[in-house]
Structure formats: C-alpha cells, structure tokens
C-alpha cells in the first residue's frame, strides 16, 4: 500500500516520551507523519489516527473526517472511540500492556507500605526528626503469608498476582472471567462470589476494569462487612468502590487504603483523605515511568507498522468486546 499519512492527536512533551529517536524514525518509516497536538485538527489529513491522553473523542459516525485506524497509545479507548465506528469499520487497536507493569508495580509497592506502615513512619521522621518515636509506631506485617484478595485478573491484575505470589502471599482471584486452568497456572483460588473472596482477605487489591457490572462492587454494606484492619488497594478506578462509604471507614479508622485513583481528580482540597494516618495517596501515577512511556509508544508504531505491512493488529479492538473494556 502507498506511504499512509499519520496523524499524532497527542501533546508534543507526551509524543516526546512515547517515541524516541528511533521510534521516530520507524514511525516516519512507516508513513508521513504529523504531529497537531492533541487539538483534534486535522484529522481528515490521516488515514492513521495516534490518540492518547486529551485528544478529543471521535464524531459517533464514519465520515471523511473519520481515520481507517486509530491506534491509542493510553488506556481505555471507551470515551474517545464511539463502538459505532468500530462497527462502521474503523479498526481500533491500543497500548495499555505497555503501561501494566509500572502500574503492578507500583500496587505492589503500595501494599507492602500498608503492611509494615511506612507512610506513617516517614511522615514521623520527616516531621519531627524523632527516631524513638518511629521506631515505636508498631510492627508492621510481610507480604509473605498475607491473605490477599485481588478482584479482577487483568493484565495488571495478573502481573500483580505474580509479583506478591513470588514474595509468598496467599491469593485468592475474583474473576467471572478467570477460567480454571488460568487460575491454576497462576497458582491461586478463585472465587466466583465476590463476599466469599472478600471475607478471608487482609488486604484487597483492585484490578478490575468499570463496566456496568463493576461499578460500586465494593459497595457500603461490602465495604462494613469487612474485618477491621483490612487494607485496600486502589490502582484501579475509584468507581469500583462506593468512595463516600470508604472515606467513612477511612475517617474512623476502620479500614486502611492506599489509593491512587479518585472520583474527583485533582483531589478537592477540602477532600477527608488528607492527612488520614492510614492512607496512602498518590496522584494517579500508576502508569507514569519512563519505562512505561516507551513501551507504549513501541506498541504505536508495531501496531502502525503491522497495519502498513497488511498484516494482523495484535491489540485490536472489536464491536464484541468492546463493552467489556474499562
């Protein structure tokens, strides 16, 4: 096929971080390219459209405006590519494999500062310079022998699974989707009643995608059910929890949590999460490294360069899956 033209729908800094010198050159390789920004303007120019974070959704309908291949470098593509031009034959790929390890890390992480309360022991250092103090605040517990929870076997949710299963936690997975022999080689339980799987559990991670059946899943009267002292682990979307009832939990100290996603982002500065002693904040970063960024940006341009070759997309999105994505 002829030299497609490309247009790159993203900010220049984050086309700066996805797409190095030799990612650019491959990319220029593929076709002609042109980069507007994020602005939306433009894309009747492309035949191959390049979204990410803040490019403008998709008209709903196939027009002269509408590009033969989107390929996302970011996450979800549900607010940005209406299902009805996937019908209309759109083709649709994306990247967020590229962003799964930084984010498994990074949930990880959070759930061994919960265990051994290192939030609580940095902020004691850090405020007061008083090392007794610190070294007083309690024992803190291992990620070995804990009893963890994960709902939802994503692709992050997965890698998850392998990092704190290779440190020795015990897992059990609520998936309706897990099958048997996925769940064996992962080496878990699974659970097909969410209350079942919650009961048992220290600690509760979150790795599942919103959908209409996981919206609010950690529900108020889920969220009481739990033991006292049990930690939540949110890298997920804050809308797979009922985030009033946990800020009351969180408040009187029932519960802790480490969160790095939020109903309302930035987080309102008049927001109870502030400063709690038993919570972890982070400003949705999850994805954020270096790493992840080039990893992305090395899906884009295979995806573009398998397109160009005629030859199938590994990470493309159909009509009948798409109501199962985040």
């Not at 987080?267 to 502030?274: C, D, F, K």
């Not at 972890?280 to 270096?290: D, E, F, S, W, Y």
Request: aromatic residues 4%.
């Amino acid at each position: 096929m002829k030299r497609p033209r490309i247009v790159v729908d993203i900010a220049p800094e984050l086309a700066a971080d996805l797409f190095d010198a030799e990612l650019l050159a491959r990319l220029n390789a593929a076709g002609e390219v042109r980069v507007t920004g994020g602005s939306g303007d433009g894309r009747e120019w492309g035949e191959i459209l390049v979204t990410g974070w803040g490019t403008p959704p998709l008209e709903p309908h196939r027009s002269k405006r509408s590009p033969d291949l989107v390929v996302h470098s970011a996450g979800t593509i549900r607010k940005l590519v209406p299902k009805s031009l996937i019908e209309e034959g759109v083709q649709v790929t994306q990247a967020p494999q590229g962003m799964a390890t930084s984010v498994a890390e990074l949930a990880l992480y959070l759930t061994t500062g919960l265990l051994r309360d290192l939030h609580s022991v940095d902020r004691v250092m850090f405020e007061h310079r008083d090392w007794g103090a610190a070294s007083r605040l309690g024992l803190g517990r291992t990620v070995d022998g804990t009893r963890i929870t994960v709902v939802g076997a994503s692709r992050v949710g997965r890698l998850y699974i392998r990092k704190a299963g290779a440190l020795g936690a015990l897992l059990t997975v609520y998936d309706p989707y897990l099958s048997e022999a996925d769940a064996e080689e992962l080496g878990v339980v699974i659970s097909r009643d969410l209350d079942e799987a919650l009961s048992g559990a220290e600690v509760v991670a979150l790795h599942a995608p919103v959908t209409d059946e996981t919206v609010r899943m950690l529900s108020g009267e889920r969220l009481a059910k739990l033991p006292a002292g049990t930690l939540i682990v949110n890298t997920a979307r804050s809308a797979l929890i009922d985030m009033p009832a946990l800020e009351r939990e969180l408040v009187n100290g029932r519960l802790s949590a480490a969160l790095d996603v939020f109903d309302i982002e930035p987080l309102p500065a008049g927001s109870p999460l502030w400063g709690l002693p038993n919570v972890i904040l982070t400003p949705h970063l999850g994805a954020v490294t270096i790493n992840s960024r080039r990893a992305q940006g090395r899906i884009v341009v295979e995806e573009i360069e398998r397109y160009v070759a005629g030859e199938p997309l590994h990470n493309a999105i159909s009509a009948g899956v798409y109501d199962r994505l985040a």
